[in-house]
């Protein structure tokens, strides 16, 4: 193609060579092919710095001073030496890579274990899962490095082993613990468990005596009552009691079971039965635990009906005055006429008495009431009790 040209001297015909057109075309002036200011002169520099070198003009100052032979044989390692670079991997980057490229080495890859799954772990820098590494094993020591384990471990628990003193604590602490829970299983059976079961039979007497009065028995001579046995129900409607009346005052066989106790001979202190023409009908009860009928008796004021039914009879008594505590020993409270009530000759009475302050049996609360109605069953029942 240079020889071609018009500046070689020789007619320049665009249409002789078939790749004429490209090349005219590769002539013109492109912006986006045109090299950047200085980029000619820079590859000018790197072409005379590292190629030129290699070109065989430099072998001719050698072979004039030393000869043929010697320049040629120094002009030829003058060139291995300096094309040796390039062998051994030097690039230009201005040349394409021809040479083999090498493959990357990829990491060995842990085989999985049969039967175990990797827990994913979360990763702090992405907040991400990511698969849990496996955990390196360790080495099994060798006898003599397990006997020094067991050594240190005995000698790590001996340092551990509790003083005299604390022992003597713990053990102190655990019988304190102990007992807290058997006095509040205690406490448990006493305010709640006891009027559980003796609502129960109360209100199981209670059904038994009626049963009792329906069957026609006739009614009996104070006296012929045993012991423990029910022979008529006290009605306190102010404060809702409904609860069987037994003789004596025996606690396992009459107070315990939640019935109201009256006051007879076994009790050495005999007092008299509601259909007595005169008397005090001298009654005791739980205010706490075991049914508890007593316990609100402190709210009873003047007036209040409290009712006795018999198999015959009701028998309606009004409350007329109350002793808010009196000692244990205080057994004129249910003479025929007791002192301390205001009443002061004798008459048909009724006197409740239960235990105080609550919780407590250090002293004696007393409630006392005067006979105003006796109506026959046969009549119906009395107005308190309708109302």
Known sequence: MTALRPENGAAYDPYADPNAYEAAVGRLSDPLNDPLPGQQEQEQRYEDTYQRPYEAPY????EASYGASYGASYGASYGAAYAEPQQQGYY?????????????????????????????VFDDETVALRQAEEPVPTP?????GRAARRKAAARAAKKRRDSPGVIASRVIGELFITMGVLLLLFVTYQLWWTNVLAD????????????????????????AFAPGKGFAIMYIPKLDVRV????GIDKPTVLDRGMVGHYDEESGLKTAMPWDKQGNFGLAAHRNTHGEPFRYINKLVEGDPIIVETQSTYYTYEM?????STSPSNVDVISPVPQQSGFTKPGRYITLTTCTPEFTSKYRLIVWGKMVDERPRSKGK?????E
């Open 200 to 223: 129960q039979q109360a209100s199981g007497a209670a059904k038994s005596l009626e049963k009792e009065w329906g069957s026609g028995d006739q009614e009996r001579e104070p006296g």
């Open 244 to 247: 069987p009346i037994a003789e």
């Open 59 to 62: 072998e001719a100052p050698y």
């Open 92 to 120: 230009d980057p201005y040349e394409p890579i021809t040479g083999p490229v090498a493959e990357p080495v990829a990491e060995p890859v842990a085989e999985p274990v049969p039967g175990h799954v990797p827990e994913p």
């Open 140 to 144: 099994r020591p060798s006898g003599e």
């Open 382 to 386: 009395p107005d308190a009790l309708v």
């Open 320 to 324: 007329t005055s109350r002793l808010p």
